[in-house]
C-alpha cells in the first residue's frame, strides 16, 4: 500500500516553487506599473484625447464594439450613451454631447432610450451655459415622456436660468403633478415664483417710472414753448394733417428728443423745470482768443449774465488770462446767428430768458452758448471781421 503524499495531485507546490525564481516576462515594472494600469479602460482615470490601437488596444477594441454598424441600432444607442456618460463623469461636457448626439441620430426605436440620451445632452448643454439648447432638449424628453423627472427638473432649471420664470413655474407645476412630493422641484418652483413675482414687481415700478418721466417731459416741452424758445433741429419731424393735436404734440416730444436736450459736457447736465416752475439751463461760454470755455450746469432763467460773469471773473481770474484782461467791466457778450453770419451783443445785464426768446436765438444740444471777448481787442477786430453785428 503506497504511503498517503502530502503534496497535492496536480504539481501546485512545484509550480509554486518555480514561480518564486522565475521572473514574469511583460510584468510591470515599479517605475512604469501607474502609466501601464491608466491604460486599461477598467483602471483609467481619464479617457485619452486619440484612441490609438498600438497604444490602447483594450480600448480601441471597445470603441469598435461601439460604433460596430452591424449592431442593432438599440444597442448603438445604448453604448453611445454609455460612452457619453463616461465624458459626462469627466466633466468632458463637449465630447458627452457628441455621444449622446451619434445616439440621437441612430434613431433606435427605444423611446426610453432617446428620452435617456436627450435629457443626459440636455445637462451637458446646462454645464456649458447653453441653456437654450438644454431648455429644447429637456422639451424634446418631455414629449417622448411627459413624467421624465430629470427632464422636468432640467426644464425648469434652465427656464430659471434664462430668466423665464414664469415658464420655470409652468414647468415646475407639470412636474409637481406626477411627482407631488418631488423636494428638487418644490425648490425649483419656489425659486422661480419667487424671481417672477420681483421680475412683475420692477417691471410695475419701470412702467411707472417710465410715466412720471414722460409727464416731466411733456411740462418742460409746455414751459420751453410756452415761453417761446427755439431748439435748433437737424431734420424737421413730419407731420400728418389728419393726426390733429395729439399727433402735434407727439411731433413736440419727438423734436426734444431729436435736439438731445441732455448737454453735451461732461456734467451730463440739461435744462429742468424745477417745483415754482422755472427753467435751468446748462449755459456755455466760448472765449476763442484763448480756446477755452466755462460751463454752467444750472443757469436760472431770471438770472442776468453780470452775477455770472462777477463770479468768473471776480477776484481771482483764470490761469490762462496772462494779460489780466478778462474783468467783468471789460468782457462783451454776443450769440451767433450763423445762418445769417450775424453777432448780437448781449448786455451783461439782461435776463437769460429775454435772450432765449430772441426770434434769432436757437438753443443747440441742450445748452445755450454765448462767445466773451475783451471790449476792443485786436482779437475781436479780427473775429469780428466780415460778420453783422446787432443789438438785441
Not at 445637462?123 to 427632464?151: E, Q, T, V, W, Y
Not at 419727438?254 to 435751468?280: K, N, P, W
Amino acid at each position: 500500500m503506497a504511503a498517503p503524499q502530502d503534496d497535492s495531485d496536480d504539481g501546485m507546490d512545484e509550480f509554486m516553487e518555480k514561480f518564486k525564481t522565475t521572473t514574469y516576462k511583460n510584468a510591470f515594472s515599479k517605475d512604469n506599473w501607474e502609466e501601464e494600469f491608466d491604460k486599461i479602460p477598467m483602471f483609467m482615470k481619464k479617457a485619452p484625447e486619440e484612441i490609438d490601437s498600438q497604444s490602447y488596444p483594450e480600448l480601441a477594441c471597445l470603441q469598435a464594439m461601439i460604433h460596430d454598424e452591424d449592431a442593432p441600432p438599440e444597442e448603438q444607442a445604448a453604448n453611445l450613451k454609455d460612452e457619453g456618460n463616461e465624458f459626462f463623469k469627466e466633466k468632458n461636457y463637449k465630447k458627452a454631447i457628441l455621444s449622446y448626439t451619434a445616439g440621437l441620430n441612430k434613431k433606435c426605436g427605444d423611446q426610453n432610450i432617446n428620452t435617456v440620451l436627450l435629457t443626459n445632452r440636455a445637462a451637458a448643454h446646462f454645464h456649458l451655459g447653453n441653456m437654450r439648447s438644454a431648455l429644447n432638449d429637456a422639451a424634446a424628453a418631455k414629449k417622448i415622456k411627459p413624467d421624465h423627472l430629470k427632464a422636468l427638473i432640467r426644464g425648469a432649471q434652465s427656464c430659471i436660468e434664462l430668466r423665464s420664470f414664469a415658464e420655470g413655474v409652468q414647468w415646475c407645476d407639470e412636474g409637481l403633478k406626477v411627482h407631488p412630493t418631488d423636494k428638487k422641484l418644490q425648490e425649483l418652483r419656489a425659486t422661480a415664483d419667487k424671481h417672477k413675482r420681483a421680475a412683475e414687481r420692477d417691471a410695475r415700478k419701470a412702467k411707472i417710472r417710465e410715466k412720471k418721466l414722460h409727464g416731466e417731459k411733456e411740462a418742460l416741452l409746455a414751459a420751453i414753448t410756452d415761453r417761446g424758445i427755439k431748439l435748433f433741429q437737424t431734420s424737421k419731424p413730419r407731420h400728418r394733417e389728419s393726426d390733429g393735436e395729439e399727433e402735434s404734440s407727439s411731433a413736440a416730444l419727438s423734436q426734444l428728443s431729436l435736439d438731445c436736450l441732455s448737454s453735451q459736457e461732461a456734467t451730463g447736465a440739461r435744462v429742468f423745470l424745477d417745483e415754482q416752475h422755472i427753467l435751468h439751463w446748462p449755459v456755455l461760454f466760448l472765449y476763442p482768443e484763448h480756446q477755452q470755455t466755462d460751463f454752467i450746469s444750472a443757469f436760472c432763467e431770471n438770472d442776468c449774465f453780470i452775477n455770472h460773469l462777477a463770479l468768473m471773473f471776480g477776484e481771482e481770474l483764470p490761469p490762462w488770462d496772462a494779460d489780466r484782461k478778462y474783468h467783468p467791466q471789460n468782457l462783451q457778450l454776443y450769440f451767433e446767428d450763423e445762418v445769417k453770419d450775424t453777432l448780437y451783443q448781449v448786455k451783461p445785464e439782461t435776463l437769460l430768458l429775454k435772450v432765449l426768446q430772441h426770434k434769432r436765438f436757437f438753443v443747440k444740444a441742450g445748452s445755450p452758448s454765448f462767445i466773451v471777448v475783451v471790449k476792443g481787442s485786436p482779437f475781436w477786430e479780427q473775429f469780428s471781421t466780415g460778420k453783422k453785428i446787432r443789438g438785441l
